[in-house]
């Protein structure tokens, strides 16, 4: 469902949560002037029209065991059955996110893994289940920006 109106205050609370997920209604309606049952009914609303998917945690991957984030590459082969692909990645406990992309490439999967080494083993595994024509993998060395929202600049509207 799309949201066609969002006012300048559903960006706050969309940020506040952005931040911290856990923050209370006390305290997120003090930051935007809002009672807490007014905020509690944005935010439902939010959910409900599906600008809010979901809840979240951020963790650090490193500590999880997860010190090798990569960007993968994919052009699908020719006869790949594109929506079996997408399903086998969706569900790939390695893959963070996958964006289907313009240009050379079919897709772009940023993927998180224990070692270099397990690398190759989930390139062997898209290359026989036939997905993989050709692929490049690039190894991020640190992350210098990770933002889990990032929400345009209000704009101003005449009239």
Do not use: Q
Not at 36 to 54: D, F, K, Q, W
Not at 116 to 138: C, N
């Amino acid at each position: 469902m799309y949201f066609s109106v969002m006012d300048i205050t559903d960006k706050k609370i969309i940020g506040i949560l952005a931040n911290d997920a856990r923050a209370s209604l006390t305290d997120i309606g003090a930051a935007v002037d809002l009672s807490p049952s007014a905020v509690n009914e944005r935010i439902r609303r939010l959910v409900t029209s599906g600008v809010i998917r979901r809840f979240t945690l951020e963790v650090d991957h490193r500590i999880l065991g997860f010190d090798v984030l990569a960007f993968v590459w994919i052009a699908l082969a020719t006869d790949a059955d594109e929506s079996e692909f997408r399903s086998f990645i969706a569900s790939h406990p390695a893959v963070a996110e996958c964006h289907h992309v313009t240009g050379a490439w079919s897709y772009c999967a940023k993927v998180r893994m224990p070692t270099l080494g397990d690398i190759e083993p989930f390139l062997a595994e898209l290359k026989a289940r036939r997905y993989l024509a050709r692929s490049e993998t690039v190894l991020a060395l640190s992350t210098a920006t990770e933002r889990p929202v990032t929400l345009p600049p209000a704009t101003r509207r005449s009239g």
